[in-house]
């Protein structure tokens, strides 16, 4: 047992060391805290790519599948009153509190604040749309359907942004 | 005390940490973790009844179709044990199922993947599959209408034909197949293991003092005969000679 206790307390020891020294490197280095910020913070692991190579060549990942029938879907298309650009992507008028179904199936791969547009809701499938503005209903990495309840729109504004492989790309024919 | 020690009879399968790492990659982590809760849980199930029964647990593993435990009993033991024990898995996943519905909403995601999950790992298991629940409760029947040499025999086959035919369902599911394939490994050792499975059933009977309710007569001396849940009684030569002067013979004349 004692021989137990010292070999861990030589990994913990051995950890702490490995953190301090990394919170010391990246202190007072800026261009080091960008680069983490862009490439460790921001990008993902590209899920849905993965899972639809996967999915084609051996069949479902998770061993009993999953019945799409079950999930609740109360809406084919998204309506609303009015269209205008809006910085990288578009803002929607909608009825007040708009509850707001899902244009795509994928994951949820992100909910917070983003600037400038609110509360978001990224939802990554065969391309990327982010819906601002938005009390979420979903959690992070939950999977979504078409068409499932993503939650109220905070308002009466909607901002959407659809990107593929970080590439802006036309919204028309997703509404 | 029995349950100190078990975390170190806990093994893990490893086709379940590549399925893990799978889930991570794909996003899917969610749904792996709410399936192996499931699984955790119904195995707790069957663990839980076990020690009610006193028996003493050898093994735990778990694998992606679920858990397999391996408890240190005897082959002798009464048709409600072993049902309790089997069905211990399936109130656990009741009473899990209940928590959900009073606890979380039904409109997540979490709920859904858990019902679903829910559901399906217990029609799973209960497939007459060797080592699947079902193939537990079918083998309790055929003991009750059969001798146990063949009972434990039609076991084997029976899983050997579902396997096939489960297999030619999903071939195009590489998971499943799998699956399919550890099933069929803990099948192959079972079926390698029927003659010792069948002594042992023999030597308890010789060696202990176990009391049944029922009489089974067996004419001439043929031990496969020998059914389980029952006393066994031999009629040779117009006489009835008892299990334990059967076996003395077959024991002391064995080498």
Not at chain 1, 68 to 94: A, C, H, N, Q, R
Not at chain 1, 146 to 156: I, S, W
Not at chain 2, 135 to 157: D, E, Q, R, T
């Amino acid at each position: 047992m004692n021989t137990k206790i010292k070999i861990f307390l030589v990994k913990l020891i051995i950890i702490v060391l490995l953190f301090f020294s990394i919170i010391m490197t990246i202190r007072d280095n800026n261009s080091m805290k960008l680069w983490l910020k862009e490439n460790v913070f921001t990008n993902n692991i590209s899920f849905t790519k993965i899972q639809d190579i996967y999915v084609k060549y051996f069949g479902n990942i998770m061993p009993f599948n999953k019945y799409i029938e079950m999930v609740p879907v109360f809406s084919e298309k998204l309506e609303y009153i009015d269209l205008e650009t809006y910085k990288e992507g578009i803002k929607l008028k909608v009825t007040s509190n708009y509850l707001l179904p899902s244009i795509n199936s994928g994951i949820v791969v992100f909910i917070g604040e983003k600037e400038d547009y609110g509360n978001t809701i990224i939802v990554e499938g065969e391309e990327t749309i982010w819906y601002s503005n938005v009390n979420s209903n979903v959690k992070l990495y939950d999977e979504v359907k078409k068409g499932e309840f993503l939650g109220e729109v905070n308002g009466e504004d909607l901002y959407l942004v659809f990107k593929k492989e970080g590439n802006i790309i036309d919204y028309k024919k997703y509404l | 005390m029995i349950i100190k020690n078990i975390y170190k009879k806990i093994h893990v399968n490893p086709m379940i940490y590549v399925l893990g790492i799978l889930s991570v990659v794909t996003g899917l982590f969610k749904a792996f973790l709410i399936m192996y809760l499931i699984v955790f849980i119904h195995e707790l199930g069957h663990i839980t009844m076990a020690l009610i029964f006193k028996y003493n647990i050898n093994k735990i593993t778990i694998y992606p179709f679920g858990g397999y435990t391996i408890f240190d009993v005897d082959i002798n033991k009464n048709s409600f044990e072993e049902f309790m024990v089997f069905f211990g898995g399936i109130l656990f996943q009741i009473i899990l199922s209940v928590i959900f519905k009073i606890y979380v909403d039904n409109s997540t995601y979490l709920y859904r993947t858990f019902s679903i999950y829910n559901t399906n790992i217990l029609l799973f298991n209960l497939l007459p599959i060797i080592p699947l629940d079902g193939s537990k409760v079918l083998n309790i029947l055929f003991n009750k209408m059969l001798p146990f040499k063949i009972s434990h025999k039609l076991s084997i086959y029976i899983s050997y034909i579902l396997i096939i035919v489960v297999f030619i369902i999903n071939y195009k599911n590489l998971n499943m197949c799998m699956i399919l394939f550890l099933i069929l490994n803990i099948l192959v050792e079972e079926h390698k293991n029927h003659i010792y499975i069948f002594n042992k059933f023999l030597v308890e009977r010789y060696i202990k003092d176990i009391k049944f309710k029922k009489n089974n007569f067996i004419i001439g001396n043929t031990v496969k005969n020998m059914k389980k849940y029952m006393k066994n009684i031999f009629i040779i030569d117009n006489m009835y000679i008892s299990e334990k002067e059967v076996l003395e013979d077959r024991f002391n004349n064995f080498y």
